[in-house]
């Protein structure tokens, strides 16, 4: 059985082995939250939000303890960890077990005047066993804001953590808060060789949050059992900034969208798109202010940035920034290491960048941005839009109907308007990409009922009658057939609703005659 060595990302020592799961593991597994999903499904939306409220309390009397545990791992700085990893989570959870009952709830549908007398409704029913697949950059986060979407669905889950941030052992203690719910969850911890494993075991659905390469392979391994996959994938997201906006607020939130958790978010600003009347005063802004940030892991809250968690993407953030040196294009700040052997890597700004550069067309993950002119409106929407991604964006301008107008036009999932990466601070709104950036929501009404399947209920009476669309077929039923169409779609107001009820008595009258 293969190890896979834990690493703090900073002093790169050592903190634990994890191993691949085997075979067996992984089907043990899935027969545990099959198990567990029996359970759930003799349970309702309110008793599930019962469980859900006790792990929402372990996880905010454990908020220290979480924090501790994702620096080690992950290299944030503390105030990214603690207010993107434990309060996202708890504002999440709070959002779910306020309105879980009413989204899920049972929903009366209309049901046309054709079928007069029947009632419509819709459930919304758990999938059943559902594999999630998290990232390394936000372990706990994005891992608790899907099982407790997953677990207040009604179904049970199977769940792999990255090998670069597993967390071993902290999702299954803030479960163990409800035992209905630590039966419905399990942990497997492993590599790609074992989310391939887990796909074969054939889940409900899968939830996938990594990379846009990675993302191929598990959609066409899933296609091979016709396995629906949601997946949120990577960005390349835009800052478009307008000549009449307040330069040091909208620099602050620039730096902050930018260099947060050191700039490995999907939806980290990347690209930053500034009108010519005020680029160089704003440009001037940023580099000064970029160079008042703090880089630190370990800290007590004072710190900017932390570290660049796994070294592969240190070497991608590396690799861009000095093929766009070599390529002519400006680094106006940072652009290298911080001094020392320790990942952390200088916020960086770059000018002059073109669109065949890697820096401008692939995602960076990492704190770098490029910045650049632009005159009009559709100039910028055309620029901004020329990308294969599709995840977020920001507009910035003192005219909201411009910047609305602009956020309709851009090609993404989600538009912040004078605030950056905001969407993902409200629960209520749904979260995901367009193009390469992914499928599928995450969050709000949307997200919490992907995590579930519709099943449409039509409701008739026991009675005597036969329908007029059942046998026999007569041609006196089919004459009188074509009259209540033309009856019910060929006329308005008062006329049609007269004809339609002559020629529906005259149609139900004939559908009860035996054949002759």
């Excluded at 908020?63 to 990214?80: C, H, M, N, P």
């Excluded at 986060?141 to 207040?152: C, E, K, P, W, Y």
């Excluded at 010519?276 to 703090?294: H, M, P």
Aim: include cysteine; proline fraction near 3%.
């Amino acid at each position: 059985m293969n190890a896979i060595a834990v690493k703090n990302s900073v002093t790169l020592e050592t903190l634990y082995e994890i191993n691949e799961s085997s075979e067996e593991q992984i089907k043990a597994a899935f027969s545990n939250a099959r198990e567990g999903f029996q359970q759930l499904k003799k349970t309702t939306v309110k008793e599930r939000v019962e469980a859900l409220k006790k792990v929402r309390d372990v996880i905010y009397e454990n908020r220290e303890k979480i924090v501790d545990k994702v620096i080690l791992e992950t290299g944030k700085s503390r105030t990214d960890a603690l207010v993107s990893e434990a309060m996202g989570v708890l504002d999440y959870a709070d959002w779910l077990i306020a309105n879980a009952p009413k989204i899920l709830a049972d929903e009366k549908a209309h049901t046309p005047i054709s079928l007069m007398g029947k009632k419509s409704k819709i459930y919304h029913e758990a999938l059943g066993v559902v594999l999630i697949i998290a990232p390394w950059n936000y372990p706990f986060n994005i891992a608790m804001v899907s099982i407790l979407t997953a677990l207040a669905a009604g179904n049970a889950v199977v769940f792999k953590p990255s090998e670069i941030t597993p967390l071993n052992g902290l999702i299954e203690e803030m479960m163990s808060a409800s035992p209905l719910l630590t039966s419905s969850v399990n942990v497997v911890y492993g590599s790609g060789i074992t989310a391939q494993r887990l796909i074969d075991q054939r889940p409900a659905k899968i939830f996938f949050t990594g990379s846009a390469r990675t993302g191929k392979k598990i959609l066409s391994q899933a296609a091979n059992y016709l396995i629906p996959v949601e997946l949120e994938l990577g960005g390349k997201d835009q800052m478009v900034v307008f000549d009449d906006v307040n330069i040091d607020r909208t620099v602050a939130g620039c730096l902050w969208g930018a260099m947060t958790n050191a700039g490995q978010s999907c939806t980290s600003v990347e690209r930053v798109y500034v009108q010519r009347g005020i680029y160089q005063a704003f440009v001037d802004k940023l580099k000064e202010e970029c160079a008042k940030l703090v880089l630190n892991a370990g800290d007590d809250g004072g710190a900017d940035i932390g570290g660049i968690t796994a070294d592969f993407q240190l070497d991608i953030i590396r690799k861009q920034v000095e093929d766009a040196r070599a390529a002519g294009a400006s680094i106006i700040a940072g652009g290298e290491m911080l001094s020392g052997e320790l990942p952390f890597y200088l916020p960086t700004i770059i000018e002059n960048a073109t669109t065949d550069m890697a820096v401008m067309s692939e995602e960076t993950f990492g704190p770098v941005i490029t910045v650049s002119p632009f005159t009009t409106e559709q100039e910028v929407i055309d620029e901004s839009n020329n990308t294969e991604f599709g995840l977020s964006a920001s507009v910035w301008s003192k005219d909201l109907v411009r910047a609305d107008r602009v956020a309709r036009a851009l090609e993404v999932g989600a538009v912040s308007i004078n605030n950056v990466m905001l969407t993902e601070g409200n629960p209520a709104l749904p979260f995901g990409g367009t193009k390469q950036s992914g499928f599928g929501r995450v969050k709000g009404v949307e997200g919490l009922r992907g995590m579930t399947q519709s099943k449409a209920i039509l409701v008739d009476k026991q009675s005597d009658k036969l329908e007029a669309n059942w046998y026999p077929y007569t041609r006196a039923k089919y004459k009188l057939f074509s009259q209540f169409i033309e009856a019910l779609f060929g006329n308005k107001g008062l006329q049609k609703w007269i004809k339609f009820a002559v020629s529906g008595i005259k149609l139900e009258s004939e559908s009860q005659k035996p054949r002759g």
